[in-house]
Structure formats: structure tokens, C-alpha cells
């Protein structure tokens, strides 16, 4: 049986690589990847402080890898509840930003799916009232 840390753990690389390839596909679509070359993908200024911004926003996923297996239960609750709930609204808004394209959709909802089910999982984990950490 798997432990619910361990799940949390698996959940963030599983959402984690859906966000960099449908990043990597965005890099094959011929009217965004001129954009980037320009600077500005749908009216959206792709400079430093943007590209900063989406490292912050990227390193999230990244870091609940870690912390979803080292936390202790309230604090791991707490950090997948705040996380997913940060990626889920950010990936909503998302769908409201620009041309929305078949893949971008596709990979989205699964996005959204996913840490929308860490929410509820870390909700009904912190309400457990067992003795049971793992």
C-alpha cells in the first residue's frame, strides 16, 4: 500500500511533467514559438522579470515533490493544500489568457484535475484524527 506522502510525492512529478511538456509542445507550435522569438507571446511581455515570475511558479510543483515526502502531517497538509490550490486557480486563469489551443486545453485539465484531487486528499488526511502519520 502506498503511503499518502508518497502519493502526494507521485501526484507533483505527474502534474510537474504535464506542465513542462505541454510547455515543450507550446515550443512546437509555430505561432507561439514566433512569438516567443519576439518577446511578447500574446500580449504578454516575455522578459526577465516575466521569465522569473514563471520560475517561481514552476519551482512550486518542484519543491511539494520534496516536501510531500519530508513534512511532517499537518505542515504536508497544509503545504499540498495552499500549493494545489495556488496551481489550480493559476492554471484556470490561464485558460482565459490568449488564443486557447486543443493541446493547451488537454493538458489543462488534467493539470487542474490533478491538483484539485491533492486538495481534497491533503483536506480529508488533515482531518483524520488517527495516530496514523504515514
Not at 510525492?9 to 504535464?18: D, E, I, P
Not at 490550490?85 to 489551443?101: A, C, S
Request: proline share 1%; charged share 15%.
Amino acid at each position: 500500500m502506498i503511503s499518502k506522502r508518497d502519493l502526494l510525492s507521485a501526484l507533483w512529478v505527474f502534474v510537474t511533467l504535464n506542465y513542462l511538456y505541454c510547455d515543450l509542445i507550446g515550443l512546437m507550435d509555430s505561432n507561439l514559438l514566433n512569438q516567443y522569438l519576439t518577446g511578447n507571446v500574446e500580449g504578454l511581455k516575455v522578459d526577465e522579470s516575466f521569465l522569473f515570475f514563471a520560475g517561481v511558479l514552476m519551482e512550486i510543483p518542484i519543491l511539494m515533490v520534496l516536501l510531500s515526502k519530508l513534512l511532517r502531517k499537518k505542515a504536508n497538509c497544509w503545504a499540498n493544500i495552499v500549493a494545489g490550490t495556488i496551481k489550480t486557480i493559476l492554471m484556470i486563469v490561464t485558460l482565459f489568457i490568449g488564443k486557447l489551443t486543443h493541446y493547451y486545453l488537454f493538458f489543462a485539465s488534467i493539470e487542474i484535475a490533478t491538483t484539485t484531487f491533492i486538495v481534497g486528499f491533503a483536506l480529508r488526511w488533515l482531518r483524520q484524527k488517527s495516530i496514523d502519520t504515514v
